[in-house]
């Protein structure tokens, strides 16, 4: 079991570019998840899917921000366009149903500069 | 909305020595879980410990245990026997019955001492 697999691990971009984070969770969890994490907000919930279909969305913050999950093993975040406000790393987690904790991506680091 | 607090934005141990990090919660629901994640330096986010609100008994796992207090909400970890490697970031994490979403405190950075 490779874990959830996130891509890429480091971005950086220029203000006003697209951003495209990726996500593999793994196999078999039918939960997906989208955290944000700074140093002034902590961990925030963007966005969750449940069997690929978006769940709540009220975590995201603006327009810019969209995911989706075309597949069980697939899901993307895009920022569109970026700001350096949206520095941050961002992570991805998975799980099956019932009450267990997730099990996380490595995360992406994204600069906007 | 639930909340998760942690008063705790520092703390340090010596090696071998044991520690406490505290958390409270507010939540009006009866049934949830409470959870401990431990974020390294390399920002991985490591699952330590999970404990069932309808369970009066506190888990363990190996050096870690909890200490789940109702009542008072309060979820605290203690660290047995801290080594190196136990320096991290450690985040307390509420699950709520009706959903899967998990909401975390601040954190509390954890700097053991040799």
Same mark, same amino acid.
């Given at each position: 079991?490779?874990?959830?697999?996130?891509?890429?691990?480091?971005?950086?971009?220029?203000?006003?570019?697209?951003?495209?984070?990726?996500?593999?969770?793994?196999?078999?969890?039918?939960?997906?998840?989208?955290?944000?994490?700074?140093?002034?907000?902590?961990?925030?919930?963007?966005?969750?899917?449940?069997?690929?279909?978006?769940?709540?969305?009220?975590?995201?913050? &603006?327009? !810019?921000? *969209? $995911?989706?999950?075309?597949? #069980? =093993?697939?899901?993307?975040?895009?920022?569109?366009?970026? &700001?350096? !406000?949206? *520095? $941050?790393?961002?992570?991805? #987690? =998975?799980?099956?149903?019932?009450?267990?904790?997730?099990?996380?991506?490595?995360?992406?680091?994204?600069?906007?500069? | 909305?639930?909340?998760?607090?942690?008063?705790?934005?520092?703390?340090?141990?010596?090696?071998?020595?044991?520690?406490?990090?505290?958390?409270?919660?507010?939540?009006?629901?009866?049934?949830?879980?409470?959870?401990?994640?431990?974020?390294?330096?390399?920002?991985?986010?490591?699952?330590?410990?999970?404990?069932?609100?309808?369970?009066?008994?506190?888990?363990?796992?190996?050096?870690?245990?909890?200490?789940?207090?109702?009542?008072?909400?309060?979820?605290?970890?203690?660290?047995?026997?801290?080594?190196?490697?136990?320096?991290?970031?450690?985040?307390?994490?509420?699950?709520?019955?009706?959903?899967?979403?998990?909401?975390?405190?601040?954190?509390?950075?954890?700097?053991?001492?040799?």
């Amino acid at each position: 079991d490779a874990g959830v697999i996130q891509s890429p691990r480091h971005e950086v971009t220029e203000m006003g570019q697209e951003v495209t984070l990726r996500c593999k969770p793994i196999s078999g969890h039918d939960y997906l998840f989208w955290y944000r994490q700074t140093m002034m907000r902590g961990l925030e919930l963007l966005i969750y899917f449940n069997n690929n279909v978006p769940i709540d969305d009220s975590g995201m913050p &603006e327009d !810019r921000f *969209s $995911a989706k999950m075309p597949n #069980a =093993s697939f899901s993307t975040l895009k920022i569109q366009p970026s &700001e350096p !406000r949206d *520095s $941050a790393v961002y992570f991805c #987690a =998975s799980r099956v149903g019932g009450y267990y904790g997730y099990t996380f991506g490595s995360g992406t680091r994204l600069t906007v500069v | 909305a639930q909340t998760v607090t942690q008063s705790q934005p520092e703390m340090s141990v010596q090696e071998a020595e044991t520690v406490t990090l505290s958390c409270t919660y507010d939540t009006s629901e009866s049934d949830y879980y409470l959870f401990w994640y431990k974020q390294p330096p390399s920002r991985q986010m490591i699952l330590v410990i999970r404990q069932e609100a309808y369970k009066q008994q506190n888990a363990t796992e190996n050096r870690f245990s909890v200490n789940f207090q109702k009542a008072a909400k309060s979820f605290s970890l203690k660290i047995s026997d801290s080594q190196l490697g136990d320096a991290a970031m450690y985040f307390c994490a509420y699950m709520g019955g009706s959903n899967y979403k998990l909401t975390f405190g601040k954190g509390t950075l954890l700097t053991v001492n040799p």
